[in-house]
């Protein structure tokens, strides 16, 4: 039987799981790795990045993007630690990634030689599989166990690698578990009963809401026809924003800091909370004490973590939400058996008030949008990006301010893609989301939006954007200040501490890089640059010139005048005089909030 290296035989198996792009920085303890990688070059494209940081974030979001396993690939000591910054991100959002780490020859192990670490417990805390390789012929079945295992436990699979086992010729007979693997089901349908009691509580409440996240992906029909049949609004997760059409009449986008009013007043006021497919972090503190929760998921740890329930559903959200919408229809008088019927009553009322909310809120975000205010408005800026963004565009979107606005300002829906770090909320993720988007999706429109502080940390990748040329549309909003942290220590109060940035040329730095860069100061010039770039065939960079002016801290807009005692400066602070308390609003269409 013929003998193979075994690094050869490696790589094998992940092309026989369907990996197709690797992200990389090279070591002396990955040679072995390296060269097995430059013999399959043919069939899986190897991205090498200039930190291993952006490679494991790439990975990261390649896998979220497209629910395939990300690869990435660090050298032993600094390049491992390296890693982990992206790898914590895939742990905090439950998504899986391989990470293979180099370490010196085994004949070195344990002598403190160059760049010798003990690499397992580094990554003991964020790994569901974490293994040193012991063999050469051991090597093809421990990394085809992790990408088992990450698929399976939906997380970071580590292999740590020995230089020389690598190299070592091994008998080419090891035939992967790839063809045999096939995803869990998870169409778990709710118990009967509990589908019952859940619509028992719905129907009984005056002010429910219907709040979900990504486990609803694919549920927007059955998402609005319940909506318009329960008097119930729509609120997101941050990461729920394309499940429905942003446009849509009952849909209040989301809540807390990045957040719209509308769902910061509905989750404030609702007395039933329904949870599908989320694990929201912050509701402990953005929904009323009072209010009672129903949560839906299909990981029964999440059910009851942040809240106390009323009912708690182990389901998958969209077969629950099939399971709810049937138990509705089979509820209703015959007479409404041709289609939907608003609900009346109470609950009718209340969907009203939330959609006069809303609408109100459109077209003050829309006036605000005409403003030709120096430095930009955030408004203005998304405003010109609504215009040109193709209705399959991809959004990776980096942390911090840039959240706020793209809840509240980008237009997105059903066909769109959007990929952030929601939870580990690491900066600097806009700009290795865009490659892995770009590689992930040809042909698509692929955008990043950055601000200056986000982009700092990570701009030296551009250059791989380049070598790869990727057409990606980066999007840098400089305001010369971590704005999201100044707007913490105004609220704390507390002196401005650290939070100022230089005014950064981005533009001339992506030249030196090899990407087109331009600065932007006024709208026309914004208009001007975005037609020119909008079918860009190669990575270009967008330098806008924004305010530092806060956007309004939707979560502190009080739900009656008379709740803040400034707030007729409060306002007139934030330029939102057009903007009502959301008692005024439900007053008119006969709800009390209590």
């Known amino acids: 039987?013929?003998?193979?290296?075994?690094?050869?035989?490696?790589?094998?198996?992940?092309?026989?799981?369907?990996?197709?792009?690797?992200?990389?920085?090279?070591?002396?303890?990955?040679?072995?790795?390296?060269?097995?990688?430059?013999?399959?070059?043919?069939?899986?494209?190897?991205?090498?990045?200039?930190?291993?940081?952006?490679?494991?974030?790439?990975?990261?979001?390649?896998?979220?993007?497209?629910?395939?396993?990300?690869?990435?690939?660090?050298?032993?000591?600094?390049?491992?630690?390296?890693?982990?910054?992206?790898?914590?991100?895939?742990?905090?959002?439950?998504?899986?990634?391989?990470?293979?780490?180099?370490?010196?020859?085994?004949?070195?192990?344990?002598?403190?030689?160059?760049?010798?670490?003990?690499?397992?417990?580094?990554?003991?805390?964020?790994?569901?599989?974490?293994?040193?390789?012991?063999?050469?012929?051991?090597?093809?079945?421990?990394?085809?166990?992790?990408?088992?295992?990450?698929?399976?436990?939906?997380?970071?699979?580590?292999?740590?690698?020995?230089?020389?086992?690598?190299?070592?010729?091994?008998?080419?007979?090891?035939?992967?578990?790839?063809?045999?693997?096939?995803?869990?089901?998870?169409?778990?349908?709710?118990?009967?009963?509990?589908?019952?009691?859940?619509?028992?509580?719905?129907?009984?409440?005056?002010?429910?809401?219907?709040?979900?996240?990504?486990?609803?992906?694919?549920?927007?029909?059955?998402?609005?026809?319940?909506?318009?049949?329960?008097?119930?609004?729509?609120?997101?997760?941050?990461?729920?924003?394309?499940?429905?059409?942003?446009?849509?009449?009952?849909?209040?986008i989301s809540t807390g800091r990045v957040s719209a009013k509308p769902a910061v007043d509905v989750g404030l006021t609702a007395d039933l909370i329904v949870f599908i497919g989320t694990n929201y972090e912050f509701g402990a503190h953005l929904f009323s004490p009072d209010a009672r929760f129903i949560d839906v998921n299909l990981e029964p740890t999440v059910i009851g973590a942040r809240h106390a329930v009323e009912l708690g559903i182990r389901a998958d959200a969209v077969v629950f939400l099939e399971q709810l919408l049937d138990a509705v229809r089979a509820a209703e008088p015959p007479s409404h058996a041709g289609g939907p019927s608003a609900a009346a009553g109470a609950r009718g009322r209340w969907l009203a008030a939330a959609r006069e909310d809303k609408r109100q809120w459109d077209a003050w975000v829309a006036e605000r949008a005409r403003d030709e205010d120096l430095p930009l408005r955030l408004e203005a800026v998304y405003a010109e990006i609504n215009q040109v963004t193709e209705p399959d565009a991809v959004f990776g979107v980096d942390v911090g301010n840039v959240n706020i606005s793209t809840a509240r300002f980008l237009h997105l829906g059903p066909g769109h893609q959007m990929v952030t770090s929601p939870f580990y909320a690491t900066m600097g993720f806009g700009l290795p989301a865009g490659i892995a988007a770009a590689l992930s999706y040809p042909g698509r429109q692929v955008w990043t939006l950055s601000g200056d502080g986000g982009m700092a940390m990570v701009i030296p990748d551009l250059v791989t954007q380049a070598e790869q040329r990727l057409p990606v549309i980066n999007v840098v909003f400089t305001n010369r200040s971590l704005g999201f942290i100044e707007a913490e220590q105004d609220d704390t109060p507390q002196p401005h501490s650290g939070i100022a940035l230089s005014d950064v040329d981005f533009a001339k730095v992506a030249e030196g890089f090899g990407v087109r860069g331009h600065t932007v100061v006024t709208r026309e010039e914004l208009r001007e640059v975005l037609s020119k770039v909008a079918h860009t065939e190669e990575p270009v960079l967008i330098d806008v010139k924004v305010t530092d002016d806060r956007q309004l801290p939707a979560e502190q807009f009080p739900l009656r005048a008379s709740d803040r005692a400034d707030f007729a400066d409060f306002r007139r602070r934030y330029r939102a005089e057009a903007l009502e308390p959301f008692a005024d609003i439900a007053a008119r269409h006969g709800v009390a909030l209590g």
Do not use: C
């Open 1 to 252: 039987m013929a003998r193979i290296s075994a690094a050869h035989v490696m790589m094998r198996v992940l092309e026989d799981w369907g990996v197709g792009t690797v992200f990389g920085l090279p070591g002396g303890s990955l040679d072995s790795t390296m060269a097995a990688v430059h013999d399959f070059r043919e069939r899986i494209h190897y991205v090498g990045v200039r930190h291993e940081e952006v490679g494991a974030l790439a990975a990261v979001a390649q896998s979220k993007l497209t629910g395939r396993i990300g690869v990435t690939i660090g050298s032993a000591g600094p390049g491992a630690v390296h890693l982990l910054n992206g790898l914590y991100d895939a742990r905090a959002d439950n998504v899986p990634v391989l990470a293979l780490v180099g370490q010196v020859p085994t004949s070195l192990m344990n002598t403190d030689y160059f760049q010798e670490m003990p690499e397992n417990p580094v990554f003991d805390d964020v790994a569901v599989y974490n293994r040193t390789v012991t063999s050469p012929e051991l090597l093809p079945q421990v990394v085809d166990t992790a990408i088992r295992t990450a698929y399976a436990k939906r997380g970071v699979a580590v292999v740590v690698i020995p230089k020389d086992l690598g190299w070592a010729e091994i008998e080419d007979d090891y035939v992967s578990s790839a063809g045999a693997w096939t995803q869990p089901e998870w169409r778990l349908e709710a118990r009967s009963e509990d589908v019952a009691r859940a619509l028992e509580l719905i129907t009984t409440a005056e002010r429910p809401i219907l709040y979900f996240g990504r486990g609803a992906h694919g549920a927007a029909d059955l998402l609005r026809e319940l909506s318009e049949r329960l008097g119930a609004p729509l609120v997101s997760t941050y990461l729920g924003k394309t499940i429905l059409d942003d446009a849509e009449p009952s849909y209040m």
